[in-house]
């Protein structure tokens, strides 16, 4: 059965950085992107940017592009999403999906989903 | 940027109804269109992809179609467990990726 599962909830003071981690099991990990989506409380989903397991090739949103760093470890099948110069407006859900189109071959729909990780910004 | 426009946005419905959900993009080259059901505090699931195909493990009650800019999720007979929030989500756009905004199906 694939699994993801993502660390804790976090809170953090503005301008800080934060580290979610998603760890994979289940399945070859390399075969397939992980993809970040973020939930602001209320809100709907906001696509943050994939990265390939195979090859650490990634695509970033535009406006996020300059703060966020996706990386993965192959030998614990392990993605993590890093965020810096944290704002208020960064406060939401943080999931990690399966599927993505990083380049070469492209999986386009997100199959399985961690459980969110809450990050909350505060002073 | 494309735009994707879900509609209604919200509706109310009693159990055994038929409810219709719409995606409309602004893309009008390829689409590859998916449709997620979220329930509160738990993360999406994937209904259908590719417009048209059911996710494994989904009930036959869902079914996806449309093409072109149009897409319509419906849900034949709906039940207690399908109270949720349900978004469309389409790839090989610019972002690559667009959410659309959500319809959130509500007990009449």
């Known amino acids: 059965q694939v699994h993801l599962v993502q660390s804790g909830a976090e809170v953090k003071k503005p301008g800080a950085s934060v580290k979610v981690s998603c760890k994979a099991s289940?399945?070859?990990?390399?075969?397939?992107?992980i993809t970040w989506v973020r939930q602001a409380p209320g809100q709907g989903l906001e696509w943050m940017g994939w990265?390939?397991?195979?090859?650490?090739?990634?695509n970033y949103t535009q406006n996020l592009q300059d703060r966020v760093t996706m990386t993965t470890d192959t030998p614990s099948s392990t993605a993590y999403m890093e965020l810096r110069g944290l704002r208020s407006d960064d406060t939401a859900i943080y999931y990690c999906?399966?599927?993505?189109?990083?380049?070469?071959?492209?999986?386009?729909?997100?199959?399985?989903w961690g459980q969110g990780t809450l990050v909350t910004v505060s002073s | 940027d494309v735009q994707m426009t879900q509609s209604p946005s919200s509706l109310s419905a009693s159990v055994g109804d038929r409810v219709t959900i719409t995606c409309r993009t602004s893309?009008?080259?390829?689409?590859?269109l998916n449709w997620y059901q979220q329930k509160p505090g738990r993360a999406p699931k994937l209904l259908i992809y590719?417009?048209?195909n059911l996710q494994s493990g989904v009930p036959s009650r869902f079914s996806g179609s449309g093409s072109g800019t149009d897409f319509t999720l419906t849900i034949s007979s709906l039940q207690l467990e399908d109270f949720a929030t349900y978004f469309c989500?389409?790839?090989?756009?610019?972002?690559?990726?667009?959410f659309g905004g959500g319809t959130k199906v509500e007990i009449k």
């Open positions: 989500q389409q790839n090989y756009t610019t972002p690559p990726v667009a």
């Open positions: 289940g399945y070859t990990f390399i075969s397939y992107d």
């Open positions: 590719g417009a048209s």
């Open positions: 999906a399966r599927g993505g189109c990083s380049g070469g071959s492209c999986y386009p729909l997100f199959d399985y």
């Open positions: 893309q009008t080259n390829y689409i590859f």
């Open positions: 990265i390939s397991a195979y090859n650490g090739n990634t």
